[in-house]
């Protein structure tokens, strides 16, 4: 699995702004931004994102995510801080 092929799924199953994905092919690190997790949970926010990624684990394609979302503006601010 690429790297690429991730964002897609994520930004077209998703209204984000941003996706960012590294990984080694089946171990992988996901970055979504969107105004969309403004009000949810962070459960809820982990589950949004997981969702069109399930098959795709189900099919082995993708061992292990880990992921981290932002909003917008949240985004903006930890970039700066760490020089992203």
């Known amino acids: 699995m690429e790297n690429h092929e991730i964002q897609t799924?994520?930004?077209?199953?998703?209204?984000l702004q941003e996706v960012h994905v590294t990984g080694d092919g089946s171990h992988?690190?996901?970055?979504?931004?969107g105004d969309l997790f403004a009000e949810m949970s962070r459960v809820k926010k982990q589950q949004t994102v997981y969702g069109p990624l399930m098959g795709l684990i189900a099919e082995n394609?993708?061992?292990?995510?880990?992921?981290?979302?932002?909003t917008p503006q949240e985004w903006a601010r930890d970039r700066k801080?760490?020089?992203f």
């Open 61 to 70: 394609r993708i061992h292990a995510v880990s992921i981290k979302t932002y």
């Open 9 to 15: 799924v994520l930004m077209n199953a998703l209204p």
């Open 28 to 33: 992988f690190q996901v970055i979504a931004v």
């Open 81 to 83: 801080l760490s020089g």
